[in-house]
C-alpha cells in the first residue's frame, strides 16, 4: 500500500471542480485533502454535489482559498478558478514548493502581449509563462514530468489539437486555410449564470457563436498547431452550442499536402497516436459519435477524404469536461507525480 | 367566401404528412380531403397523429394511394412517399390533370443519370425531368406559378442555396472550395424504424454522418448552386445528427472573390431577399439560432467574415420539417393555385 | 374590418411575456401596442425574442411600466409581473378604465389571509380581491366577460381543476385523500437566474421539489375544487420538474364515490366539457401525452380505474406557457371584450 | 493476484447487455469471455457499441448462445435476453453447473401461474421458481449468496421495493392503498424498434403509460411488498415515460400507521439501510434527483410528511439500468462468487 498524495482543488464550485471531484473518488493515490470556493466555505461538498453523498468525499467542508493553508495541506493543486485569478494564486503555491495543474487560461499562452489581446489584461506572473508546461500529454509528456506549473489546455483546443496534430507534423496537409468547425456541450460555458445557458435556451436550440476568429481559443490552437507545424498558421475557428451537457465534435477541413493520400495520413495518425492509451484512429469510412467519449478520456478521430472536393476532413470527438479539462488535468498530476499517466482515469463512464 | 381548394397527402404517416396535415389546418383555402398510407387504411387520422384529435381534421379516414380516387376527389397532391415510388404515382395523377407537388426527390435532378448514380435506380418517368419545377420560391416562383408539377427542395439544400445564392449569383464568393459543415435535427431522417434513430441513441449524442460528398442531397445542391453561379461547381456537403426533433443550421465557408467586401456581400443579400417575406438576413454581427425559425417558414442568415482568415462565413437556420417539406410544399401549391404564397403560413409557431 | 383592440403586456421579458407575444401575433383583432420591461427600456422586441425579427411586432420598442402611458394607449394589459408588484399596477390601471388580465398570482386567492400566508406580504389592494374573476373558461366564462380584473390562474392549478372538476362537481369521487402527482416542463419557473435552471442542471435529471403541501399553488387549487366540491377540501399536491420546456401532466388519484362506476364518470366529463372547445376528453383506455397538446390551448384528459385498488385515475394534460398561462390570458381578454373566446388561439402548433 | 473469474453475457445487444460490459470492464475479478447475440454473431463487441473500442473488451467476437460452449468457458452467466427465452437457458446451464443470473422475469414471481396470468405464457421450468432467489441484496443478501439461480429484480420493483421496505416492514404505514407514481428513463423499454421510442416521438414528450394496474411489474412488486408486510396487499402501479435516457423515480403515498411519526419513520429507515452500502436515505427535508444517481448503484430516498393532509411521500430515485438491471446482476453474481458485493460497482459515473 502506497502513500497517499494529498491534492487540493481550488474553485470547486463549478462544473470542472466538480468533475475533479468525481474522478478524484475513484483515484489509487490522490486524496481530495481540501476544496476551496468562497462562496460556499463551510459547506459539505455534498450540499454543492448532492451525487456526492456518503461517498467519503462528500464530507468535505468546503474552505476559503489559503495558499498557507493548501501549502500545509496539499502536494499539488488544482486551480480551477477563473482566467486572471489563477495567475497569483499559481505563483504563490510554486513559491511555497507546491505543484500547480492550472485549468483557467492563465498559462497557456506563451506569449505576454497575445493573452493581454486576448484576455482584455495584464499578466501579472509573465516570468512563468516560459517555465509553464502545456499540458497535452500526447504531445508533451516528458516536459509534463518534469514540470511544477501546467497549464491545462482548453477544451477546444485539445480537439483541434488532437485532431490535426499527425497531419501537421508530417507535413501532409497545408497549414494554411484549415476551417475548424467544433460543437460543444453546454458546460463547456462553465457554470455561469447568463439567461443564455438556461434550460429553455438551450434545449431545442443549436447555435453558432463567436464565428470568425473571435473565440478566445483561436490563439491556443493557432500557437500549438504553428509549433507542431513548424511555421505560424493561421486558423478559422467556429464553435457552436449544441444542446447536450458534454462533449465536443471538431469537423476539421484541410488541403491535403501534395503527394499525400488518405492511406498516407491514416497511417501517420495510427503510427503518432500508437500505444497513447487515449486516441482511438478509427478504421477508415467510420466516423466519431459524441456518445462513444462520454465521461472517458478518450479522443477518437476519424478522417475522411472528400470523394468530389479531394478536401481532407478530419473529425475529433472528445468529452469536454473529462478530456477537455479535468480528467486531462489528472493525466497531468499523475505525471508531475510520477504516477502512470492513466492512473484513476479507468476505461469509460456514462 | 372563397371556394376551397380540396388537396390530398399521399402518404401521411411520416413526419412531412404529419407537418402537412398541421400546416393545412390553419390554411384559408386547402382543405384536407384524402389522405393516404398503406399501412393506415381504415384509420382516422387522430390514431395517427393524436394532436389533431377533435380539430375536424382527425377525424378523417385514411385510405389506401389510389390515383383515380384522389383526381375525382382532389385538385392537387403532395406527395410524401419514398423516393422512387413518386414517379409513377406523380405521372398517373399529371395524367388525369391533378397537379403535383412532390415531396420526394425523384424529379429534384434534372438529368437523369444523375438520378440514377445518386439514387441507384432508373428513373421511369424521366420525361418528366426537364418539365418539373424546383420548388424553391425565392428563385423561382414565376415558373412555380405555372407548374403542373414541382419538385419540392430536399431540406439541407434548402438551407445550403437559400444560405448561398446571392454571393455566388453576384460573382463575390468564389464558386470553388466551398464547404458545407450542416446540422440537422432528427426528424429530417424520417420516421424510420432504425437503432439509430432510438431517443437513447440520440439523445446526448451528437454525429456527423455522410461526410466526404456522399450524402444525396449533395448534387442536388451542386445542380441549383452551378445554375445560380453559373458554371458548374462542387461542394463539400458534410452533414450531422442533432439531439433535437427539428431544424438545421448550415455554417458554409468560402472565399471571397477579390474585390468583395462584407458590406458589399451583406448589401447583396439584402437586396436579393428583400420582400421575399421570410429570408431574414440578420444585422452584422449576429447569428442565427436554431429556436428562432422552428415551426415556421424562416430562414435567417448570418454573414461573419473570419478576421484573422478572411474567410467567409455564411449560416442559415431553417426549420427542415417546416421550411424544409411541408411548410414549402403549400407555399408551392399557393403559387400553383393562384393564392397569396403565404396562405395559411402565419408568422411563427412554438 | 373592424377596429383593432390595442393591448399592451407589462413584463414582456419573461416567459409569459414572450409567449404573449407570439399568441399576440396571429391574433385578428388585438395589436400589441405597448410592451414594458424595466430592464429592456428602448431596445426593440427582437433583440429580446429574436424569432420576433421582421414580423412587424419585432420593431416595438420596449418602453418602461408607466401607468398613464398605458391607460393613453391601451384598452387592455396584461400583467406578467412578479406577485406582488402587480397589486399596485393593477388597481392604478382598473382606475383609469383599463381592463386588466393578471397573470401573477395577486388575485387568484379570495381571502386577504391566505394570500398572506402563502405569499409572505400583505395584500395591499385587498378591496379587489373580491372582484377578481378567477380566469378559467371552462367555469366561469360569464363572470369573466362582464370583469373589469381577472386573476389568471396558475399553470398547475389549470391542470388540476380541469382534471378534477366535473368528477367533482358531480360527487363522483370523494372530495378527501385526493393525490396530484404533477409533472412540469422548466419554462414553468419563468426566466429566473439560478443555477437549478441551468441547463446542464436540467438535462439528464427529473426531479420532485415543493413536495408535501408547500407548493403556492396549493391553496389556489384548494380554493376552486373546494367550491366545484361545495366543501372545503384538501388535497396533497406534489410538483416535479420535466426535462423539457412545455408542459404539465397531472396525474391525480381519488377513491370513487359509492355508486360511481367509470362509466359514469366518463360520461360526466363527456358531458360537461361538450361544446367547451379545448378539452378533448379521450375515449376510454387513452391517455394524454404532452406532446399532443404542445404550443395549443388543449387540456387532454384520460380517465382510468385501477383495476386492482379501484382507484380513479385522471390525468390531464397542458402546455404550461399556453394553457397554463399567456393563452388563457388571450381567452379571457377575448371574452371581456365581447370577442369569440378563441380568437387568436388556433388549432395547434410545433 | 487472484484468479481470473470468466463470465457470459446472454444476449449482449441490448441495453442491459451495453451495461454489463460497461460494468464488466472494470470489475477487478470477472472477465467477460463470452458475449452472444444471435443476430451479431460473429462480430467484434466494438461494432455494436464503439465507446468499447480498443478497450481490451471491445475485440471479444460475438457468438451464438450456446449452452455447451458456455458451460465449457464460464463459471456465470447473466441472461439478458427477453421473457420467455430464459427459462430454458438457465435450466440448462444449471445442469452443467453453470451459476445462473437472470435479468429476465421468468424467475421472479414465484407463483406459476401468477406468471402465466402476466406473461401470457406457461411457464415451462416452473420447479425452479421456488428455488430462484430474488435478487435484491438488501433483503436477501444471505440467500442470494448461496444460490445457483437468481433472478435479478425489475427496474421499477428495485425502485418501490428499497422505497417502501422499511415502512412496511415496521407496519409503520397502512398496507392498503399504497399508490406509486414512477418515472422511467427511455432505456427501461429496452431497445426495440417500436415509432414510440423513436427520438421525436420522446423528445419534448412526457406520457403516462400502462396506468391503472396492467404493467407486468406490478406482481412483482405486490409479491415482495406483501412478503415484507407480512399480509397480501395491492397497489396501484402508474408508470410514466420521461424523456432522459437513465433513470427511475419513484413518487410513493401512503397512511402513515396509528402512532408512527414521521421522525419515527426516518429512524427506521436509517436503521434499516444502516451498512448496506447504497442506500442513501437523505436528511429530513430534501429530496431524490435523478442526476445524482445517473449511471450508478446507489438508491437515494426521500420521506416527506404532507403537512396539510398527512400523507407518508417516500421518493427514491435510481438509475434503471446499473441499479435496476445490469449493476444489481453483477452485484448478485459478486455475492453467488464469494466476492464482496460491491467488487467492480465504483461509487458513481457520468
Redesign the interface.
Known sequence: MQDTIRVAVVGISG?TGAELA?LL??HPRFELTMATSRDNEGRPLQELF??????GQGELVVSAPDTEDIAARCDLAFLAVPNGAAMEMAALLLDKGIKVVDLSADFRLRENKTYTYWYGMEHTRSELLQEAVYGLPELYADRIAKARLVANPGCYPTSAILGLYPALAEGMIHPE?L?L?S?SG??GAG?K???D?????????????G????HRH?PEIEQELSGVAGKDL???F?P?L??????I?S?M?ADAAMGASLDDIAAAYSSRYRDTGWI?V?PQG???????????M?C?I?I??????G?M?F?SAIDNL?RGASGQALANANLMLGLDMGAGL?????
Open positions: 462544473y468525481r473518488a475513484a448532492p451525487e456526492l453523498r456518503d461517498t486555410g476551417i468547425d460543437k453546454a458546460s457554470k449564470l447568463k439567461p445557458f438556461l434550460f429553455c435556451e438551450i434545449e431545442n436550440d443549436f447555435r453558432p457563436y464565428l470568425g476568429g473571435v483561436t493561421t486558423v478559422s467556429n457552436h449544441l444542446p447536450v451537457d458534454r462533449g465534435i469537423t477541413y482511438r478509427l467510420e466516423i466519431p459519435r459524441l456518445s462513444s467519449v462520454r465521461g472517458s478518450y477518437d476519424g475522411i477524404q472528400d470523394r468530389r472536393s478536401k476532413i473529425v473529462c479507468g476505461p469509460r463512464v456514462v
